[in-house]
């Protein structure tokens, strides 16, 4: 949702497997692709029972700790004698803590030769970015910023969403800091596909309008604490069409934890290409080269059933489960082939860059 070309895209590849109806979407990014995979949900989320502020209170409890994020990057002119020309793009974020961590996404600040934070009252600062995950689509950079202008944000739950919660979203849209807009969470278990090809699980839908400029800004619940952060939209404009996605807090805190430790954030990796049997499970199509399930003799049409004693229904249960694991975990692969009933010892591997 950054100030760049918007792609439009028909295929979608899974971390662990592909498969199922798709349905086309847009990123605000160019490089950036997603697909939206309706996933069923077994059983609705209760509601928080805290009581709901107004949008107002939201915006003014939350405001302080939004930022926008412009960023420059130098890329290959075509012209006869090469070179290079330098783009700009814009993007939003927010505080995460005290130290001057800011979180956005990943696509926003990809390829940046400078980067620079914005705060609510026009005080511009140069950061650095301190790590970013493409799988997840998110990035954390850091500014060198007076105490008073670092309000950070709070993550919430958002395992404890439901459809139907007023959601309300803060950016800076097209270049316009501090826009807010509201709406509901319209579903949850999406998937988005993020810039590397893997799939962000139990992405967040909404219908708060979301623009260019808006990726990498919080979503937030009725409290105003953060539930996610806005990063996708499907849409046949290539504007607001009441259909943005968020990537969850729970993935945010995670994956945010790592890179503040690190620098990067790890996956745990299967390395099969699946989709959900009519029957039930996930049917393997591909069993990758030099991955954990080809080392464990997992082949195309083996149907797997459970994970480590859990069933697996579909290609969802399969993908959420590994995304659970970490890598160097070991795991118990059941599965039938021919008819017949097989278990097996996985060590998970580390998801690849692509």
Known sequence: MSRRTLIVVLLA?????????????????SGTKTVVRQVTVAAAEPASASSALSVNEIYRRTYKGVVQITVTSAQSSPVPLGGSQTQTAEGSGFVYDTNGDIVTNQHVVDGASSVSVTFWN??????RVVGSDASTDIAVVKVDAPSSLLVPLALGDSGSLAVGDGVVAIGSPFGLAETVTSGIVSALHRQMTSPNGFAIESSI??????????????????????????SQIESDSGGNDGVGFAVPSNTVRSVVTQLLATGKAEHAYLGVAAQTSP??????GTVRRGTPARAAGLQRGDVITAVDGQRISSINDLQSTIDAKKPGDTVTITYTRGGKKHTVRVILGTRPTT
């Open 205 to 230: 839908q909404t219908d708060a309008a979301i623009n260019h400029g808006n990726s990498g800004g919080p979503l937030l619940d009725q409290q105003g604490k953060v539930i996610g952060v806005n």
């Open 279 to 284: 029957s039930g499970g996930a049917v393997v």
């Open 13 to 29: 590849v899974l971390a662990i497997g592909a498969g199922g109806g798709a349905v086309v979407a847009g990123a605000f990014e």
């Open 122 to 127: 026009g005080a511009k600062y140069k950061a």
